[in-house]
């Protein structure tokens, strides 16, 4: 079965910085290219980062470029997600999502994790 | 980036109902485009990948179609665990889109 679990999620001042992890389990976790995605309260989806199954290639969504680096540890089946300078609109909750391109798409999700910027 | 547009935003049905939400993609994406149904606390839940492949375990009244810049997921006769927000995604581009979903109400 396939099985995403993130943590890291919490309450941060503006300005601060946060890791989230995602452990994986259940696929081949270097085979497959990984995303976050985030939904802000009362909002909609919005992808923020993806990365090749090797790391050699990362995209960002405009808005947290500069700011986010993603990364993952194929020998740990685990991916993450290093938030610096967060601002109040990047509150939200943040999906792991293993994403097949040419394939089925982003078609397994973890549970989510709240990330609330506030002072 | 390639921008997708969903419509409606709500729709209010009836159990039994047969309902289309249309998508649109800014510019070509192939057959490179999946649907999504989310409830309110959940994490989304994958239903139709590559315009019109049904997910496993996905129950058939469920279906998509379209290609190029145009697509649309029916439901042949809505049920009351149906009721819930659905998006489109693209997945032709490495930068992931996803439409602005539509609320599927009960009227």
């Known amino acids: 079965e396939v099985r995403l679990v993130e943590s890291g999620g919490g309450l941060v001042q503006p300005g601060g910085s946060l890791r989230l992890s995602c452990a994986a389990s259940g696929f081949t976790f270097s085979s497959y290219w990984m995303s976050w995605v985030r939904q802000a309260p009362g909002k909609g989806l919005e992808w923020v980062a993806n990365?090749?199954?090797?790391?050699?290639?990362?995209y960002y969504v405009d808005s947290v470029k500069g700011r986010f680096t993603l990364s993952r540890d194929n020998t740990k089946n685990s991916l993450y997600l290093q938030m610096n300078s967060l601002r109040a609109e990047d509150t939200a909750v943040y999906y792991c999502?293993?994403?097949?391109?040419?394939?089925?798409?982003?078609?397994?999700w973890g549970q989510g994790t709240l990330v609330t910027v506030s002072s | 980036d390639i921008q997708m547009t969903q419509s409606p935003s709500t729709l209010s049905a009836s159990v039994g109902d047969r309902v289309t939400i249309t998508c649109r993609a800014s510019q070509s994406i192939r057959s490179w485009l999946a649907w999504y149904q989310q409830k309110p606390g959940k994490a989304p839940k994958i239903l139709i990948y590559k315009a019109s492949s049904l997910e496993s375990g996905v129950p058939s009244r469920f279906s998509g179609s379209g290609s190029g810049t145009e697509f649309t997921l029916t439901i042949s006769s809505l049920q009351p665990d149906d009721f819930a927000t659905y998006y489109c995604?693209?997945?032709?581009?490495?930068?992931?889109?996803f439409g602005q979903g539509t609320r599927l109400e009960i009227k």
């Open positions: 999502a293993r994403t097949s391109y040419y394939d089925s798409g982003t078609d397994y």
């Open positions: 995604q693209q997945y032709s581009s490495y930068f992931l889109t």
């Open positions: 990365i090749r199954q090797d790391g050699s290639e990362k």
